[in-house]
C-alpha cells in the first residue's frame, strides 16, 4: 500500500479509512485489488466482499478471511 | 483573418536535452547532438535504424503528483510539465487558468506507445485484461496528454486534442490561435509531445526513411545535406502560451512575438511523398492571412527532417515562395523529428532565436544538396540575425501541411 499510493507507513493505522483520510478514490481501489493480488499471490478481485472495504483493518480482515478459506478448500 | 489579435506569452519545453527551457536552449546553442543508439532496439528483426533522441531519464515524483501522474504516460507527464513551465512563464494566475477562460489544445500521434507495448505483452497471446491498472487506458487514449494536463492544472475551458503525426502542434497552435481570435478563449496552453519508441522508428524504417548511420550516431539526422539518409525519432513536449492581446498588455504580460497567419492545406497527391506545390500553398495562405510579402520575411524555420525526398520538396517550396535570399534552418539536426512535439518545440527555439537575434544553423549540415543549392541554409554557428518577420513550417505523413507567421511585436 505505501509502495501503490506512495503513502507513509505512519498512515497505515487499521483504522485509518481509506476514502476519507488516505484520499483513495475508484480508480485506486481497482490498482489496490491488483497490487494485493500480486502481493498475496491470489485473485480476490470478483469477491462481493471487497465492496464493504472501507479500513486499512477491513483489508487485512478481509486477506486473512480468503486464505483460510482458500486453505480449507484445497 | 478578422478577430481579436493573437500574441504568446510562455513557452515550455522538454526536450532530448533534458527538461526545461534553459537547458534546451544551451544545448541548442551549444550545438550539441543528443542522439544515441538505442541498443535493446537491435534485438528487432527487421529493424534496421536504432538511433534517437530520447528525453533523458529523470524521476516524475517529485515533480506532478500521484493523483495526477497515475494516469500519465511518459508523453502525458512531458506535456504536463511542459505546460506548467509554459504557464508559469506567463505568470497566469490561478484564477487565469483554472477559470474556464483559459483552454487546452495538446495533440500527439497516438497515445503512448510504451504503454501500448505494455498491455499488449500482458494481454497476447492468451488474451487477459487481469492486472490491469486503471490509469491504462487514460494512458494510451488519443487526448491523453490534453485531458492529463486539464487535470492537473485545473483547466475549465476547452480541452482539444488535434492528431497528426508530426503536425499535432502545428495544428494545435493553429486551433488555440483560431479560438483566441474568435473570442471563444481569452488563453490557451498550445502544442504538442511524444515519446521515442521502437515502434515509432519502425515506422519510418520500414519504408527506408530512417537513419542508419550509428558510427558515430551523433553526426545525424541532416537535414538537406547531400549525405543525409532518413530521420532519427526524438521526444519531448513543447508547449505555448497563446493570449489574446488586449488581455495580455492590461496584466503587463511579456509578449514574445504576435501570430499572425495559419496556412493549413492538404496534400491529397500521395500518403507518404511529399509536395512542394502544396507545402508551398500553406506558406503562401500564412503569409496572405498575415499581410506579408516574401521580402517582409526574415527567416523561414523548415520542417526539414532528414530525408531524400522531404527535404528536396520543402527546399523547393521556399524556393518558389521566397526565393533563395531568405535564411533557413531545421533544427531536426539537433533534437531530431520529435513528431507530435515538433511544432511546440521548434516554435519555442524560434522565439528565443527571435529573442536573442540569433539564428541557429542546421546542425550536421556540411554540404547541401544540389537540389537545394539556391537557398540560404544557415550552416555551422549561429548567426546575428534581428527577425521580426518568420515562418515556421511542419509537414506531415497524412497529407497536413501547415505554416505559421510569428511578427515581433
Redesign the interface.
Known amino acids: 500500500m505505501v509502495e501503490e499510493f506512495e503513502l507513509e507507513e505512519s498512515e497505515l493505522g487499521m483504522d485509518a479509512r481509506l476514502y476519507e483520510e488516505l484520499g483513495l478514490d475508484s480508480l485506486d481501489s481497482v490498482d489496490m485489488v491488483v497490487a494485493l493480488e500480486k502481493a498475496f499471490d491470489t485473485r480476490m478481485g470478483q469477491e462481493e466482499e471487497l465492496r464493504e472495504i472501507r479500513t486499512v483493518g477491513d483489508i487485512c480482515r478481509f486477506i486473512e478471511k480468503l486464505q483460510k478459506e482458500r486453505a480449507e478448500q484445497a | 483573418m478578422s478577430g481579436k489579435r493573437v500574441v504568446i506569452t510562455g513557452r515550455g519545453a522538454v526536450s532530448p536535452y533534458g527538461t526545461g527551457c534553459a537547458v534546451f536552449f544551451d544545448g541548442l546553442w551549444k550545438g550539441e547532438s543528443p542522439v544515441v543508439i538505442m541498443p535493446e532496439w537491435q534485438r528487432i528483426s527487421g529493424l534496421y535504424s536504432y538511433l534517437a533522441a530520447p528525453v533523458p531519464d529523470f524521476d516524475p ?1 517529485k515533480l506532478i503528483p ?2 495526477f501522474r ?2 500519465m504516460g511518459p508523453m502525458s507527464i512531458y506535456a504536463t510539465l511542459a505546460s506548467m513551465e509554459a504557464a508559469r512563464e506567463a505568470g497566469l494566475d490561478k484564477e487565469c487558468l483554472t477559470g474556464g477562460e483559459t483552454g487546452v489544445a495538446i495533440g500527439s500521434t497516438t497515445g503512448s506507445p510504451s504503454v501500448f507495448e505494455e498491455f499488449y505483452r500482458k494481454f497476447l497471446p492468451d488474451e487477459t485484461v ?6 491504462m487506458f487514460f494512458k494510451i487514449m488519443g487526448h491523453s496528454c490534453s485531458a492529463n494536463v486539464s487535470l492537473a492544472l485545473g483547466i475549465r475551458g476547452e480541452q482539444w486534442a488535434p492528431a497528426s503525426a508530426c503536425t499535432s502542434a502545428a495544428q494545435a497552435l493553429g486551433l488555440g490561435y483560431m479560438l483566441v481570435a474568435s473570442g471563444r478563449q481569452k488563453v490557451m496552453l498550445c502544442g504538442g509531445a511524444d515519446e521515442v519508441h521502437s515502434t515509432v522508428t519502425m515506422v519510418f524504417d520500414v519504408l527506408h526513411a530512417a537513419s542508419r548511420k550509428h558510427d558515430p550516431p551523433f553526426m545525424t539526422p541532416s537535414p538537406f545535406d547531400e549525405e543525409r539518409d532518413g530521420v532519427v525519432c526524438g521526444a519531448g513536449a513543447g508547449m505555448l502560451v497563446l493570449e489574446e492581446y488586449e488581455h495580455a498588455v492590461s496584466r503587463g504580460a511579456r509578449i514574445f512575438a504576435e501570430i499572425k497567419g495559419f496556412g493549413h492545406v492538404n496534400d491529397c497527391g500521395n500518403v507518404a511523398a511529399p509536395g512542394a506545390d502544396v507545402m508551398a500553398a500553406a506558406m503562401k495562405k500564412a503569409m496572405k492571412e498575415a499581410g506579408v510579402v516574401p521580402d517582409d520575411v526574415d527567416y523561414v524555420s523548415a520542417h526539414a527532417t532528414g530525408t531524400e525526398q522531404g527535404d528536396v520538396a520543402e527546399g523547393r517550396a521556399v524556393a518558389m515562395t521566397l526565393g533563395g535570399r531568405v535564411a533557413v534552418s531545421s533544427l531536426k539536426g539537433h533534437i531530431g523529428h520529435a513528431l507530435g512535439a515538433a511544432g511546440g518545440l521548434e516554435t519555442v527555439a524560434l522565439l528565443e532565436m527571435m529573442r536573442r537575434e540569433e539564428a541557429l544553423p542546421t546542425l550536421n549540415l556540411k554540404r547541401p544538396d544540389r537540389a537545394v543549392e539556391g537557398l540560404n541554409l544557415l550552416m555551422g554557428r549561429p548567426v546575428a540575425k534581428r527577425m521580426d518577420v518568420v515562418l515556421k513550417n511542419n509537414f506531415a505523413l497524412g497529407g497536413v501541411n501547415t505554416s505559421l507567421v510569428f511578427r515581433r511585436i
Not at chain 2, 487481469?130 to 490509469?135: I, K, T
Open positions: 515524483k500521484r493523483k497515475r494516469t487481469e492486472d490491469m491498472r486503471s490509469g
